[in-house]
């Protein structure tokens, strides 16, 4: 069973073997955390990601982490849902960026990994909700990965993720 944590800070900063972002199905990059990791892996991460995507939403892939320091070893990149109201299957999609991302993680060996909120800025899935889908997911998925750290950007999302009793 993985020990699921909950940090408020950086992502490029955590020292895992695995970071996952929040992409688009690209992989090009993009805005928000996905624009944070592709500046700190640098350009060969968009090369790696276009060669791979396109990335269906509540899947993920993965590629090196090319420049990101502290090293990591890999970036999982997963394609949240667009909020659009909650009727259109978003909870499924998000629960599933979290279960691949984890199914990902054990192909490759992965002991450690870190995520941010999911689909919570650009894609305006509200935080509570996904928070709960989150640590429910988490702690639902059989993974050999040992820890699971979600790293939140702001104080609201930290609360969110932490608040919720071990599901
Ligand atoms: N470290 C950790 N979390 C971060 C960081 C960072 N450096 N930068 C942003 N975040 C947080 C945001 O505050 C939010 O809580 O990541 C969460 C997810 O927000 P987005 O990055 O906007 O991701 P998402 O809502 O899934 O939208 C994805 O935005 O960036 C584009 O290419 C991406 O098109 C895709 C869409």
Not at 62 to 89: E, M, N, Q, R, S
Request: with cysteine.
């Amino acid at each position: 069973m993985a020990v699921i944590e909950v940090v408020l800070g950086d992502i490029t900063q955590e020292r895992v073997d695995a970071i996952v972002t929040a992409a688009n199905e690209s992989l090009l990059g993009g805005g928000g955390v996905d624009w944070a990791v592709h500046s700190a892996a640098g350009p060969r991460l968009a090369q790696a990601g276009g060669a791979i995507g396109p990335c269906d939403p509540g899947d993920a892939m993965a590629t090196p982490a090319f420049d990101l320091y502290p090293p990591v070893k890999h970036v999982i990149h997963t394609v949240g849902p667009v909020w659009d109201g909650g009727a259109y299957g978003e909870a499924d999609i998000l629960a599933s960026c979290y279960r691949r991302s984890l199914e990902v993680a054990d192909s490759l060996g992965i002991r450690s990994i870190a995520f941010p909120a999911i689909a919570t800025g650009l894609y305006g899935y509200p935080v509570r909700p996904a928070a709960r889908i989150a640590r429910e997911t988490l702690a639902a998925t059989a993974t050999k990965v040992e820890l699971i750290r979600l790293v939140a950007f702001d104080e609201e999302t930290y609360e969110a993720l932490s608040d919720l009793a071990p599901a």
